[in-house]
């Protein structure tokens, strides 16, 4: 079911200017959180680099491709480096930081998109439903897990007791179901990085828990 | 020295049901540490997997061996994630966790055959003997390294004085010793894992201590 | 511009002590470390390897480069194996450790050449120059980070204020601008190892401090 040329076009551009932005996104919440943790500048910006590549690049080490995004675009790595640069001359001349708030957003849009794109390159790598799906968790999740080791902090991820990985799956799944229906692959991509994305805005709105496993006594 | 064909299916049989039993065993050990780290759902799930498929997975990763052996077969995958599941809604209607000391034996038959099979695949890559065996050992161990790490503690089997890694690294050489004297691969297989867990199970029988490396005052 | 065979020759053999004692330092700070945080035998000798082999280990699994050099030279894995036990006699019957201090010289040397040939390296396999010489980077540093990581602090690397990753690039830079110029790989590679080196002892005898990232109040 191959979509309309021009449909295509735009999804793509769009697909482009959302990575940038999730990117950036991640990359500044390693910023933030190395900055918390009176990092100096290096380990600010490795934190960053990781937080921002990291969830990628274990998915491309996992399924065996190069060469890496980052390597290919290697533009990217010159705009983390510069994105470093810029938020330590900004936070040495301003009062504000910016808020966590103001950054769910686009961490929920790149928390979509990867989650999506992951689960469809592992697909299209030849990988099994479920380890597609994982795939594409890892991509999204991975880098924060990476920016909390680094920290020496567990996870955030997987001790606040949100939604954000399992946004992620749902997510992936959302894909693979698209993609077995037969839609786009276009269309499938959009349809779950809208999904996760969705999901977690939703899941931040109505403040949603996930449960714990406690030993009962 | 081929194994009489019957001897050979029996053993395949066994290593079987021996790796699913100690793939449960690891991917609970880090259920149940994951759990007193009062980690989320995801989280448990996360530290399971990385419990149950880290060390194979590294070993694969270092040898460039595709497709991991959970993409293989997938249900190992589901496995885990039922694993979870199930010990989730135990722990919530039970009082009793599994003891460690109950999970002591499946955990040492792993230990034995992670091992052993870990040094026979990177032999079978073409590693030379002590990197082979190095290979055997962090197939057994990096799982629970990787429990340790994400949960923020130092990794247990580097500083609780027992003889875990080392138990894998005698089992690893009996596999290489048994391959030079020409023994077939399942026997030699067979050997350095009941070695490592006779060692292992020896070991917390009578208590030994590993020695400390100590700067005298 | 080819070098006097005589001249690359001298090079080679330096280079080969050189490799040699920067290993020996980063394995020695590995064991030291660990023994401060008083690991058993097996945790100093897994901080030894992943802080003598981390690094090269990383960038070779991201430039997808077999066989790893401890596997090509396993007499590699055999020497820091002999070191562990040789520090762990040495430290019981007498009252010294080496000092920091006495480190510092073999370390600052491991760090110039291995972020020059990390970088070359990683030029030779195609990378563009950012990505060389964040992958020269990585593997000077990534072992320290490695073993900072296991003995569950934040790395020192990214924390401490020194220069120290910083010289690093500054000596893939010097690799790559070389190369540019069209000089002799080998004179490249002494150019950036000996930059290197020289800053981070610069660094050091003149205590000089990176900036760190703070937010005002």
Same mark, same amino acid.
């Given at each position: 079911?191959?979509?309309?040329?021009?449909?295509?076009?735009?999804?793509?551009? +769009?697909?482009?200017?959302?990575?940038?932005?999730? +990117?950036?996104?991640?990359?500044?919440?390693?910023?933030?959180?190395?900055?918390?943790?009176?990092?100096?500048?290096?380990?600010?910006?490795?934190?960053? *680099?990781? +937080? =921002? *590549?990291?969830?990628?690049?274990?998915?491309?080490?996992?399924?065996?491709?190069?060469?890496?995004?980052?390597?290919?675009?290697?533009?990217?790595?010159?705009?983390?480096?510069?994105?470093?640069? !810029?938020?330590? =001359?900004?936070?040495? @001349?301003?009062?504000?930081?910016? %808020?966590?708030?103001?950054?769910?957003?686009?961490?929920?849009?790149?928390?979509?998109? *990867? =989650?999506? @794109?992951? %689960?469809?390159?592992?697909?299209?790598? !030849?990988?099994?439903?479920?380890?597609?799906?994982?795939? !594409?968790?890892?991509?999204?999740? *991975?880098?924060?897990?990476?920016?909390?080791?680094?920290?020496?902090?567990?996870?955030?991820?997987?001790?606040?007791?949100?939604?954000?990985?399992?946004?992620?799956?749902?997510? !992936?799944?959302?894909?693979?179901?698209?993609?077995?229906?037969?839609?786009?692959?276009?269309?499938?991509?959009?349809?779950?990085?809208?999904?996760?994305?969705?999901?977690?805005?939703?899941?931040?709105?109505?403040?949603?828990?996930?449960?714990?496993?406690?030993?009962?006594?």
């Amino acid at each position: 079911m191959p979509l309309n040329p021009l449909v295509t076009q735009t999804l793509s551009t +769009t697909q482009t200017a959302i990575e940038i932005a999730a +990117t950036a996104a991640f990359a500044l919440s390693g910023i933030v959180e190395a900055v918390r943790k009176r990092l100096d500048v290096v380990g600010v910006t490795v934190v960053a *680099f990781a +937080t =921002a *590549f990291g969830g990628g690049t274990l998915r491309d080490v996992l399924l065996d491709r190069r060469p890496f995004f980052w390597v290919e675009h290697s533009w990217y790595a010159w705009a983390v480096l510069v994105l470093c640069l !810029g938020t330590g =001359a900004w936070l040495r @001349s301003h009062h504000l930081a910016p %808020t966590q708030q103001a950054m769910q957003w686009p961490d929920a849009l790149g928390l979509g998109l *990867f =989650a999506a @794109s992951g %689960t469809q390159i592992a697909l299209a790598a !030849g990988m099994p439903p479920l380890i597609a799906v994982l795939m !594409g968790v890892m991509t999204a999740v *991975f880098g924060g897990v990476l920016r909390d080791i680094v920290c020496n902090e567990i996870p955030s991820a997987f001790r606040d007791h949100r939604p954000y990985a399992v946004c992620a799956f749902v997510g !992936g799944w959302l894909v693979v179901g698209a993609q077995w229906l037969g839609l786009a692959e276009t269309a499938a991509l959009a349809l779950g990085a809208a999904g996760a994305t969705a999901l977690r805005l939703l899941a931040m709105w109505r403040d949603w828990r996930l449960p714990g496993m406690r030993i009962h006594r």
